[in-house]
């Protein structure tokens, strides 16, 4: 499956996974995630807190951002 | 102050810088376009004071009263209105690049050419294309309110000289009273289209920004392991 990101670019990350209060999870689509205030997604890049998918496997943030 | 404080000030501050650097990286991108798009509209502003110039010259030098021959108005026109149009921006563009001041003045002076060749070649419709061609040149700064400038000068010109003077715009003396509206329509067409393309420009130009501050938060939280991995080794090594 490919995946369109922003640029129009294929590949990297389908879904995120992101902390949330009282160790709880959200789930965000790829456009939920871009759609964030760019501080916020700064923020859990550097903390390494969010979790990236792609096709419900879980991927490595470094190949997330390739795509 | 604890660690996880310590911690959770040290992301703060390198989210901060990693943000700043991204809306720096897209302003002065933004600048450099403005500020190229500035330069390149002052040389064709001269370029066009110049054609102008020659062209009334050339069609028609001189007017006839009688056996007494005298210069062309067309030809004062060309000289005088021509490097009025041409004189404020193309001195902001080299006094004031990249200022939005600068770019609403060149929108309008750029329409004004349009209005003026028009003019000289006596409402010619062919003429009528450098309206479009400019307003395609105006896209070029990826800002789409130059747009609306341009589009509101060359409407209000067409309107004022459809009513006092229709010959200069149309060629004739008696056009049709809707005539302004076809030709304001065809602009709003053109115009549309070329403020969703500058739009969405500009956004890519922002998601290209934020990317790069997204491989920077990365970088950093590469660092920020790699270097715990190292004290560690390190502390290893010491006992």
Redesign the interface.
């Known amino acids: 499956m490919e995946i369109m990101n922003a640029m129009g670019t294929t590949g990297g990350y389908d879904r995120v996974r992101l902390p949330g209060p009282n160790g709880t999870a959200r789930d965000l689509s790829r456009r939920q995630f871009e759609a964030l205030p760019l501080r916020e997604r700064v923020s859990y890049l550097i903390e390494g807190t969010a979790q990236f998918f792609r096709g419900g496997q879980p991927i490595n943030p470094s190949d997330a951002m390739k795509g | 102050m604890s660690v996880a404080v310590k911690a959770l000030e040290m992301?703060?501050q390198?989210?901060?810088a990693?943000?700043k650097r991204?809306e720096t990286r897209f302003e002065a991108h933004r600048q450099e376009i403005f500020r190229s798009t500035d330069r390149m509209f002052a040389g064709l502003l001269i370029a066009q004071w110049l054609g102008g110039i020659a062209f009334a010259f050339f069609f028609s030098p001189y007017a006839w009263a009688g056996k007494v021959k005298t210069v062309h108005a067309h030809v004062w026109i060309a000289i005088f209105l021509g490097g009025l149009i041409t004189s404020l921006p193309v001195m902001l563009a080299w006094k004031r690049p990249g200022e939005t001041m600068t770019r609403h003045v060149i929108a309008v002076a750029q329409m004004l050419w349009s209005a003026l060749l028009i003019h000289l070649t006596g409402g010619r419709i062919e003429t009528h294309f450098h309206v479009f061609g400019s307003l395609a040149l105006l896209a070029f700064y990826r800002d789409w309110p130059v747009l609306i400038t341009g589009m509101t000068t060359i409407a209000v010109d067409h309107f004022l000289r459809g009513v006092l003077w229709p010959e200069s715009v149309y060629g004739i003396p008696n056009p049709e009273w809707w005539r302004f509206l076809e030709h304001a329509g065809w602009v709003i067409f053109c115009v549309s289209f070329l403020v969703m393309s500058c739009r969405k420009s500009m956004r890519?130009m922002q998601?290209?920004a934020?990317?790069g501050?997204?491989?920077?938060?990365?970088s950093?939280?590469?660092w920020?392991?790699s270097s715990v991995v190292d004290r560690a080794a390190t502390d290893a090594g010491a006992r």
């Open positions: 992301t703060r390198a989210t901060e990693i943000v991204a890519d998601v290209m934020e990317r501050a997204e491989l920077e938060a990365l950093e939280n590469h920020r392991k």
